[in-house]
């Protein structure tokens, strides 16, 4: 009995350790040696079976897996016939309890009001169809389990903020850049075309080591993807304790880009920031780049679909273009002479009728390009199996006639490129869903160039076995001479499988090569053996984690604080749209297309980071750079704010006929009449809006049109053609001096407020505020001797100066007087003009409310649309604000329309309450305010 008593006392003690304290113990340790023998043999008996498992048992434990047990039975009973093996409503893992705790779309943990499947239960709409409801019990019991739990990535981010204390900042990624290319200087090795990918914000949300290989994978996988280089792109892991195996650096010359591509890549990034330490500075200085990194996943997602896809590969509008110019292959010549395999049949993994591929050689580098020929019906001239030759036309009455069609060909490295594509050749971003679909994402059955297509032949490409050849081979309506010919094309299944097998050795090869791929199987001569099926594709996957909906954990994790920091600064936080997002987060999730509107102001708020878009550098560069041709490089045409508009194409695919290639098109003037040299003048002045694009800045943009101008003026000699580009050139030489004083204002606000803030950086952290005054005073006084000579500035930096010296004078405490408007309102704006230009009469008669802050110096600053429109206030309540942009129409810029190009203003004059507002778009309306 005192072995047991002695067994049941140490039992005891360490329950009352793990649940109590200290003094609980003692009071354990006298109930255990009072204890009667029954009570003792059962203490041992626990003590035994706990010593099994290694860890003492525990009553919150069993109560745990007891609940989780209960809820799993719950699901299995009420909702499995549904949503396990169905898939209704596209869910189909109710019974993934581990799955379902960290899918926010439907369970926030430890949230159960805002979780939608809790949700849904409490309102009584599912179980659905006439099914019995919950019981309350049954309600409480998944009520105390989202409550209770908590999901792998809360539990993984909380386990690394503790062992590295804290999170992997956007300062730990340049010290760890910073730190790689001097090592790498060390070696003698040129570092000016380094670039780095980044993947700490994931590592931050907690994602798993085994997530983090697949990211990895994904990002390595999506850039030799869009690279025509001859040989695979090694990303190679930068070795820092800081970044945590999250930087990836990468050279773009084993990409075969220009550093172009890489700040045509930043004009539209939207987690660009403004260098904020030295050493960040000295780096992009060393790399002529604004940032020299670049978020995996945003990366991913964008490089692998239309159109940046196509922008990055140089793919052309129409498929003849594709085949004659870049891969040359002559697709209707080997159809002629039966050099290509092909495999007809009725079911397909994404077409939703019959189908055709067909496989030719590709003669420039060792690779293939596959071609498929996809149907909207069966029937008629559809049936593949009544008409196997083809493709034809409405003339052709024994070929068959297809819809549409999918490319897939190798890249000289190894890896696939893809290609949607009408009847006609024509280009496309999305195949039509009553032709083809992605049958895996009930959910989002688009089949969307790239992205899908990678999604699907994640292996290579999918060997399916032809159905044709042994229809044809017992039709005797075929004559002699056409069946021969289509037996040839027609081929026998093993020589296909044989070709099937060859194309994804390669594939898999370049894959290993990239170390995207692990564990491909190898044969006895060491070959790889293209029978290993990848087990998730690591682009879709890396692609469909940045399109996660974001928790607070995740946008805190993106900002480079811990959940507690930004939260803590989200309360703080006076700027309404800073304000939103942290109401929003608090319920649960958020779109990232909201999160990323709202970055810029986020990290204002909460680092005093200034979040940019590089459209100028981006700008410069392309004129430096020459013409792209897109022929198996990038093909870089504009430097756009909004979105890419690759606009210009490799040539007219009229140019091209089927048999011969390329023909000679006529140069010069079109024709001799007047109206055909007003027509070309036209199509000069339209080529340089084209090519010119937007370039964020108004005088660099008229600029370089007006040059883009003289230059066909020196080319084209003709009277007619030379008056009317001149016109056109005169116009843009009056807007480019308006443009340049209008730039000149600007640019002197901006130096303003951007000395301030530097100043308010300089002094941040000093807690007393004499000192922290005068250090301002100091910057202040720095800035007007030896910064900036222009009178403008040096007053409006003396205001600030004076403004801080007599604060210290006065030896106030607290703050200088603060603006008598300062603070946040709401504001609307109207527009009353009944003489806007048609087609543009989509003007409303208001919009808002919309957020506007004052802020102690009068500056004022909101957000519209996506833009940051500042001005001021003066003491007495009139507001100015003066600023112009490009208008965008349907997400399509307005260039020359009718002759003339439109640029819209955008200035408010009087006072808060009502004050005049002129756009160009718009025209005349008014803007309002009243204070919260």
């Given at each position: 009995m005192g072995e047991n008593m002695t067994s049941g006392y140490y039992d005891a003690l360490k329950v009352a350790l793990t649940r109590l304290n200290i003094a609980a113990a003692a009071g354990v340790l006298a109930l255990a040696l009072l204890?009667?023998?029954?009570?003792?043999?059962?203490?041992?008996?626990?003590?035994?079976?706990?010593?099994?498992?290694?860890?003492?048992?525990?009553?919150?434990?069993?109560?745990?897996?007891?609940?989780?047990?209960?809820?799993?039975?719950?699901?299995?009973?009420?909702?499995?016939?549904?949503?396990?093996?169905?898939?209704?409503g596209n869910f189909d893992f109710v019974l993934d309890l581990k799955r379902l705790i960290n899918t926010p779309k439907y369970i926030i943990a430890g949230k159960p009001d805002l979780s939608y499947l809790m949700q849904r239960i409490d309102t009584d709409t599912m179980p659905a169809g006439g099914e019995p409801k919950l019981p309350e019990e049954e309600r409480e019991f998944v009520r105390q389990w989202i409550e209770e739990s908590q999901t792998v990535r809360e539990q993984q981010a909380a386990e690394r903020r503790k062992k590295q204390k804290g999170v992997i900042s956007h300062d730990d990624l340049v010290e760890a850049i910073k730190d790689d290319l001097d090592q790498l200087e060390g070696r003698s090795v040129d570092v000016a075309s380094f670039r780095y990918f980044t993947l700490h914000n994931l590592y931050n949300a907690g994602d798993t080591n085994e997530d983090m290989k697949l990211w990895r994978s994904g990002i390595r996988k999506a850039v030799n993807s869009v690279s025509w280089h001859g040989r695979i792109a090694k990303?190679?892991?930068?070795?820092?304790?800081?970044?945590?195996?999250t930087l990836l650096r990468v050279d773009l010359r084993d990409l075969k880009w220009d550093p172009v591509v890489w700040d045509r890549l930043l004009s539209i990034y939207p987690y660009g920031t403004?260098?904020?330490?030295?050493?960040?500075?000295?780096?992009?200085?060393?790399?002529?780049?604004?940032?020299?990194?670049?978020?995996?996943?945003?990366?991913?997602?964008?490089?692998?679909?239309?159109?940046?896809?196509?922008?990055?590969?140089?793919?052309?509008?129409?498929?003849?273009?594709?085949?004659?110019?870049?891969?040359?292959?002559?697709?209707?010549?080997?159809l002629r002479r039966g050099e290509i395999q092909r495999a007809g049949f009725r079911i397909s993994g994404v077409s939703n009728n019959n189908r055709v591929i067909e496989r030719h050689e590709i003669k420039n580098w060792t690779g293939a390009y596959w071609k498929s020929y996809d149907f909207a019906g069966n029937a008629g001239h559809q049936d593949i199996f009544r008409f196997p030759a083809g493709p034809g036309n409405a003339k052709d009455r024994d070929k068959f006639r297809h819809d549409g069609g999918e490319i897939i060909f190798n890249l000289p490295n190894g890896m696939q490129a893809y290609y949607l594509e009408t009847a006609d050749g024509n280009r496309i971003d999305?195949?039509?869903?009553?032709?083809?679909?992605?049958?895996?994402?009930?959910?989002?059955?688009?089949?969307?160039?790239?992205?899908?297509?990678?999604?699907?032949?994640?292996?290579?490409?999918?060997?399916?076995?032809?159905?044709?050849r042994s229809w044809i081979e017992t039709d005797f309506?075929?004559?002699?001479?056409?069946?021969?010919?289509?037996?040839?094309?027609?081929?026998?299944?093993?020589?296909?499988?044989?070709?099937?097998?060859?194309?994804?050795?390669?594939?898999?090869?370049?894959?290993?090569e990239a170390d995207a791929l692990k564990g491909l199987e190898f044969n006895g001569d060491g070959e790889p053996r293209p029978t290993r099926h990848v087990d998730k594709e690591s682009v879709l996957a890396l692609a469909d984690r940045y399109e996660e909906r974001l928790t607070i954990l995740q946008a805190a994790s993106e900002v480079g604080l811990t959940p507690q920091k930004f939260e803590r600064r989200l309360n703080a936080s006076f700027d309404r749209v800073t304000k939103q997002i942290g109401l929003e987060l608090a319920r649960g999730t958020m779109p990232r297309d909201t999160f990323e509107t709202a970055y810029p102001a986020v990290m204002k708020n909460m680092l005093r980071r200034t979040v940019l878009n590089h459209v100028a550098h981006c700008g410069k560069r392309l004129r430096r750079y020459g013409e792209f041709t897109g022929i198996r490089q990038p093909k870089i045409e504009t430097c756009a704010r909004n979105g890419i508009f690759a606009r210009l194409d490799l040539g007219d695919p009229s140019q091209y006929d089927d048999d011969s290639g390329a023909t000679t098109v006529a140069t010069g003037n079109a024709g001799t009449s007047g109206d055909d040299k007003r027509k070309a003048a036209l199509k000069l002045a339209l080529t340089c809006d084209k090519a010119i694009g937007d370039l964020g800045n108004d005088a660099e943009e008229y600029g370089a049109r007006v040059k883009c101008f003289e230059n066909y003026l020196a080319k084209h000699k003709d009277d007619a053609v030379q008056k009317t580009v001149q016109r056109y050139a005169g116009k843009y030489k009056v807007a480019l001096a308006k443009a340049q004083q209008a730039n000149d204002a600007q640019n002197r606000e901006q130096r303003v407020l951007n000395l301030a803030i530097s100043c308010d950086e300089a002094s941040e952290g000093i807690a007393d505020p004499a000192t922290r005054y005068k250090r301002k005073i100091d910057c202040y006084a720095t800035y007007r001797t030896t910064y900036d000579a222009d009178p403008a500035v040096i007053e409006a930096i003396s205001d600030y100066e004076l403004k801080y010296t007599?604060?210290?004078?006065?030896?106030?405490?607290?703050?200088?007087?603060?603006?008598?408007?300062?603070?946040?309102?709401?504001?609307?704006?109207?527009?009353?003009?009944?003489?806007?230009?048609?087609?543009?009469?989509?003007?409303?008669?208001?919009?808002?409310?919309?957020?506007?802050?004052?802020?102690?110096?009068?500056?004022?600053?909101?957000?519209?649309?996506?833009?940051?429109?500042r001005g001021v206030v003066d003491r007495s309540g009139n507001m100015q604000v003066n600023g112009r942009r490009t208008d965008w129409i349907n997400n399509?810029?307005?260039?020359?329309?009718?002759?003339?190009?439109?640029?819209?203003?955008?200035?408010?004059?009087?006072?808060?309450?009502?004050?005049?507002?002129?756009?160009?778009?718009?025209?005349?309306g008014f803007f309002r305010m009243t204070k919260r």
């Amino acid at each position: 009995m005192g072995e047991n008593m002695t067994s049941g006392y140490y039992d005891a003690l360490k329950v009352a350790l793990t649940r109590l304290n200290i003094a609980a113990a003692a009071g354990v340790l006298a109930l255990a040696l009072l204890a009667a023998p029954g009570q003792a043999q059962a203490q041992d008996s626990s003590s035994d079976t706990s010593s099994e498992t290694g860890d003492a048992s525990d009553d919150s434990e069993n109560r745990e897996v007891t609940l989780e047990q209960k809820v799993l039975e719950i699901f299995e009973t009420r909702c499995a016939s549904c949503h396990s093996e169905k898939k209704e409503g596209n869910f189909d893992f109710v019974l993934d309890l581990k799955r379902l705790i960290n899918t926010p779309k439907y369970i926030i943990a430890g949230k159960p009001d805002l979780s939608y499947l809790m949700q849904r239960i409490d309102t009584d709409t599912m179980p659905a169809g006439g099914e019995p409801k919950l019981p309350e019990e049954e309600r409480e019991f998944v009520r105390q389990w989202i409550e209770e739990s908590q999901t792998v990535r809360e539990q993984q981010a909380a386990e690394r903020r503790k062992k590295q204390k804290g999170v992997i900042s956007h300062d730990d990624l340049v010290e760890a850049i910073k730190d790689d290319l001097d090592q790498l200087e060390g070696r003698s090795v040129d570092v000016a075309s380094f670039r780095y990918f980044t993947l700490h914000n994931l590592y931050n949300a907690g994602d798993t080591n085994e997530d983090m290989k697949l990211w990895r994978s994904g990002i390595r996988k999506a850039v030799n993807s869009v690279s025509w280089h001859g040989r695979i792109a090694k990303l190679e892991v930068v070795k820092s304790r800081k970044t945590k195996g999250t930087l990836l650096r990468v050279d773009l010359r084993d990409l075969k880009w220009d550093p172009v591509v890489w700040d045509r890549l930043l004009s539209i990034y939207p987690y660009g920031t403004k260098p904020k330490l030295r050493s960040e500075r000295s780096i992009n200085e060393a790399l002529d780049t604004p940032q020299p990194y670049i978020r995996a996943d945003w990366f991913t997602f964008y490089a692998t679909r239309p159109p940046l896809y196509y922008e990055l590969l140089g793919l052309p509008k129409n498929s003849r273009i594709l085949e004659q110019k870049i891969v040359k292959v002559d697709v209707p010549r080997n159809l002629r002479r039966g050099e290509i395999q092909r495999a007809g049949f009725r079911i397909s993994g994404v077409s939703n009728n019959n189908r055709v591929i067909e496989r030719h050689e590709i003669k420039n580098w060792t690779g293939a390009y596959w071609k498929s020929y996809d149907f909207a019906g069966n029937a008629g001239h559809q049936d593949i199996f009544r008409f196997p030759a083809g493709p034809g036309n409405a003339k052709d009455r024994d070929k068959f006639r297809h819809d549409g069609g999918e490319i897939i060909f190798n890249l000289p490295n190894g890896m696939q490129a893809y290609y949607l594509e009408t009847a006609d050749g024509n280009r496309i971003d999305e195949g039509p869903v009553t032709i083809v679909r992605d049958k895996t994402r009930p959910d989002r059955p688009q089949i969307t160039n790239g992205i899908s297509c990678m999604g699907c032949h994640k292996d290579g490409m999918i060997m399916t076995p032809d159905q044709v050849r042994s229809w044809i081979e017992t039709d005797f309506s075929i004559p002699e001479e056409e069946l021969d010919r289509l037996l040839k094309i027609y081929v026998k299944y093993d020589e296909m499988k044989d070709l099937f097998f060859q194309d994804m050795k390669r594939y898999l090869t370049a894959l290993r090569e990239a170390d995207a791929l692990k564990g491909l199987e190898f044969n006895g001569d060491g070959e790889p053996r293209p029978t290993r099926h990848v087990d998730k594709e690591s682009v879709l996957a890396l692609a469909d984690r940045y399109e996660e909906r974001l928790t607070i954990l995740q946008a805190a994790s993106e900002v480079g604080l811990t959940p507690q920091k930004f939260e803590r600064r989200l309360n703080a936080s006076f700027d309404r749209v800073t304000k939103q997002i942290g109401l929003e987060l608090a319920r649960g999730t958020m779109p990232r297309d909201t999160f990323e509107t709202a970055y810029p102001a986020v990290m204002k708020n909460m680092l005093r980071r200034t979040v940019l878009n590089h459209v100028a550098h981006c700008g410069k560069r392309l004129r430096r750079y020459g013409e792209f041709t897109g022929i198996r490089q990038p093909k870089i045409e504009t430097c756009a704010r909004n979105g890419i508009f690759a606009r210009l194409d490799l040539g007219d695919p009229s140019q091209y006929d089927d048999d011969s290639g390329a023909t000679t098109v006529a140069t010069g003037n079109a024709g001799t009449s007047g109206d055909d040299k007003r027509k070309a003048a036209l199509k000069l002045a339209l080529t340089c809006d084209k090519a010119i694009g937007d370039l964020g800045n108004d005088a660099e943009e008229y600029g370089a049109r007006v040059k883009c101008f003289e230059n066909y003026l020196a080319k084209h000699k003709d009277d007619a053609v030379q008056k009317t580009v001149q016109r056109y050139a005169g116009k843009y030489k009056v807007a480019l001096a308006k443009a340049q004083q209008a730039n000149d204002a600007q640019n002197r606000e901006q130096r303003v407020l951007n000395l301030a803030i530097s100043c308010d950086e300089a002094s941040e952290g000093i807690a007393d505020p004499a000192t922290r005054y005068k250090r301002k005073i100091d910057c202040y006084a720095t800035y007007r001797t030896t910064y900036d000579a222009d009178p403008a500035v040096i007053e409006a930096i003396s205001d600030y100066e004076l403004k801080y010296t007599a604060a210290l004078n006065a030896k106030q405490v607290v703050q200088v007087k603060k603006h008598p408007f300062q603070g946040a309102y709401d504001a609307w704006r109207g527009y009353t003009s009944k003489s806007r230009p048609k087609p543009y009469s989509e003007c409303l008669s208001q919009y808002g409310p919309f957020a506007v802050n004052i802020d102690e110096d009068g500056v004022v600053e909101f957000h519209i649309e996506g833009r940051t429109i500042r001005g001021v206030v003066d003491r007495s309540g009139n507001m100015q604000v003066n600023g112009r942009r490009t208008d965008w129409i349907n997400n399509k810029k307005i260039g020359l329309i009718q002759g003339r190009r439109f640029k819209s203003r955008f200035t408010i004059d009087g006072n808060i309450s009502n004050a005049r507002l002129v756009s160009g778009y718009c025209r005349g309306g008014f803007f309002r305010m009243t204070k919260r």
